[in-house]
């Protein structure tokens, strides 16, 4: 497993070897990253082609702000989702930090719990929002208001399922790592 900011290394973290759990978890992540980037290299050309049509053939292509503001959703929750994984996501740990190690290692699960159970609610919100919206096309690309939701399902979900490794790795790992 990768050292993070809140795991203490191992003297011997160099002979470690990730388990077979964590290298699917850390590919997927790094698949997250990677749709991303793509997704944002897109964003970035669409709205070179936007600049473009509008200035230079006098003809503005309708297509990019709904397909901008799809990709957003995109990027936005990919990204979270490995921020979770990663442990790069928005949290504030001078406090935690300052903490003896057992306040340190509860407020760790709790911090997790929160992510859990709000990852939890994120997918079952953006699963109604699915299914409501299938009937109903984005205008201007057509594509379904369902695809606006979908990302809130994923990232919910890999969400959910980070932090629940997170909290079981750290519930069995040894006292003394």
């Known amino acids: 497993m990768s050292a993070y900011s809140d795991q203490v290394p191992d003297a011997d973290a160099d002979t470690v070897t990730p388990s077979t759990l964590d290298q699917l978890l850390d590919g997927i992540?790094?698949?997250?990253?990677?749709?991303s980037g793509i997704l944002l290299v897109f964003l970035i050309a669409s709205f070179g082609w936007l600049v473009f049509g509008r200035y230079v053939?006098?003809?503005?292509?309708?297509?990019?702000?709904?397909?901008?503001?799809?990709?957003?959703?995109?990027?936005?929750c990919l990204g979270a989702a490995a921020g979770v994984r990663n442990k790069s996501h928005l949290s504030i740990e001078f406090v935690r930090e300052g903490m003896p190690a057992i306040p340190r290692a509860l407020m760790r699960q709790v911090a997790?719990?929160?992510?859990?159970?709000?990852?939890?609610?994120m997918a079952w919100q953006g699963g109604?929002?699915?299914?409501?919206?299938?009937?109903r096309p984005i205008p201007m690309i057509g594509l379904s208001e369902?695809?606006?939701?979908?990302?809130?399902?994923?990232?919910?979900?890999?969400?959910?399922?980070?932090?629940?490794?997170?909290?079981?790795?750290?519930l069995v790992a040894r006292p003394g790592r």
């Open 128 to 135: 109604i929002m699915v299914l409501d919206n299938i009937g």
């Open 57 to 76: 053939l006098n003809d503005t292509p309708t297509w990019v702000e709904q397909s901008s503001l799809l990709i957003v959703v995109y990027v936005t």
């Open 112 to 121: 997790d719990l929160f992510v859990v159970l709000f990852g939890a609610f």
């Open 29 to 35: 992540a790094h698949a997250c990253i990677i749709v």
């Open 146 to 170: 369902s695809w606006r939701a979908l990302p809130l399902v994923i990232c919910g979900g890999l969400m959910v399922l980070f932090a629940l490794v997170n909290i079981v790795q750290r």
